[in-house]
């Protein structure tokens, strides 16, 4: 197969997408190095990463790179232009995975990520400048895509609820795993977290922004306090987002100030380390496609307490507390809970373990791989004109 993938989120600064991307297409050249790769660095005219390496850190006899563009003006003129997919060689398969969706193909065969539509359910979860970009990649993936694949059975029913005539045999569940290949790394102690005893302290591990839920668990972490709960620092790792640039704000002039580290991105060294060394890792979401740092976290053995909400259930199974995202009080009663009860922190990290060795990426990439086959051998399910 001539396989086209876009990597386009895959730069210094990736989050979930673009980790998605990375992996995927890392465990796809080493489980399928005979097909030949085309890997875009810009893809489409929504997202568009200026500082993206002259060299792509992926490797192979029959990998290529496919076109650069020194703009998302360019980029954009290229992937809406009528003659793309000749341009491109006309590969058997294109693979997007930023939001952004191409309508024009008439051979190749159109695969598309989805990951969540939080956009949808609740707009002050994000910018409308956000949610509308997202909205109109997705909206274009239900009229033109051979296939899509889902990152959790929850996105995949959002998916359909939302776009019903969309064939159901046509969206394929293929998990995430964890961006680290050895769980045996000890990880580098970030600097933020100098003086603080491995293993005393709450961690969150997120981007800043609403739907992550952080101002209540800053909510929660205070009534913890208030019920006597030991003072372990709360750890909120994790670059700004978008709608809380009030948030630092409002915790130097709460109660906890004093108590709660923000560390701001940090390296995957220094992740590891914030995994392993945690009394437990807290993840309130309120809306996920998947739930990275719950996996993450769990493969370095982090005793869990999670949102219920959405995917989330499908990557804990039965290794975390998990809890109604909007209900402050339980989150507090629960840390106090763990606290108090060290064996149940003990049993919840041997169980972490456990679940995490469920996801595999070599298991993902081939199940990918078999949707590219099927959709080959399938007639292509529509051209927009």
């Known amino acids: 197969m001539h396989i086209g ?23 796809m050249l080493e489980i399928a190095p005979q097909h030949r790769y085309s890997l875009f660095p810009s893809f489409g005219d929504f997202y568009f990463d200026a500082s993206m390496p002259v060299l792509i850190p992926y490797s192979g006899e029959n990998v290529h790179c496919g076109p650069r563009h020194v703009s998302r003006e360019a980029a954009g003129t290229f992937w809406t232009a009528s003659d793309t997919e000749t341009l491109l060689g006309r590969p058997d398969i294109v693979h997007a995975n930023n939001f952004w969706c191409p309508i024009q193909f008439t051979s190749t065969r159109l ?23 997202c909205f109109y990649g997705v909206f ?12 959790s059975k929850a996105s995949q029913t959002h998916y359909l609820t939302v776009f019903p005539h969309f064939p159901e045999d046509h969206i394929r569940v293929i998990y995430p795993c964890s961006r680290f290949a050895d769980s045996t790394l000890v990880g580098q102690r970030p600097k933020r977290l100098e003086g603080i005893d491995a293993g005393f302290y709450w961690l969150n591990v997120g981007t800043i922004e609403p739907r992550k839920n952080q101002r209540r668990l800053a909510e929660a972490y205070a009534r913890y306090l208030a019920l006597d709960g030991t ?37 995957d060294e220094e992740l590891i380390w914030l995994y392993r060394n945690c009394y437990a890792n807290i993840y309130p979401s309120l809306f996920e496609g998947f739930g990275l740092p719950v996996l993450e976290g769990m493969q370095f053995g982090a005793p869990t307490l999670a949102s219920w909400s959405t995917s989330i259930p499908e990557v804990t199974g039965e290794a975390a507390i998990l809890l109604a995202p ?32 469920r996801f595999d990426w070599k298991v993902s990439a081939a199940s990918l791989l078999q949707v590219y086959e099927e959709a080959l051998a399938s007639p292509k399910r529509c051209v927009v004109s």
């Open 5 to 27: 993938f876009d990597i386009s989120q895959t730069g210094t600064g990736k989050a979930g997408c673009g980790y998605f991307a990375h992996a995927m297409i890392k465990a």
């Open 111 to 133: 695969i598309y990520t989805f990951y969540d539509m939080g956009f949808v359910v609740d707009p002050a979860w994000t910018t409308e400048t956000n949610r509308l970009g």
């Open 231 to 267: 003072a372990m620092p709360l750890v909120l790792a994790g670059g700004n987002g978008w709608l809380m640039d009030d948030f630092e704000k409002y915790l130097s002039n709460s109660a906890i100030a004093a108590h709660v580290i923000m560390t701001g991105y940090v390296s």
């Open 326 to 357: 909007e209900d402050t009080e339980c989150w507090a009663q629960a840390m106090v809970r763990l606290v108090a009860n060290r064996e149940e922190r003990d049993k919840l990290s041997a169980a972490a373990l456990s679940q995490a060795h």
């Open 140 to 151: 274009r993936s239900a009229m033109a895509a051979d296939w899509v694949v889902a990152i």
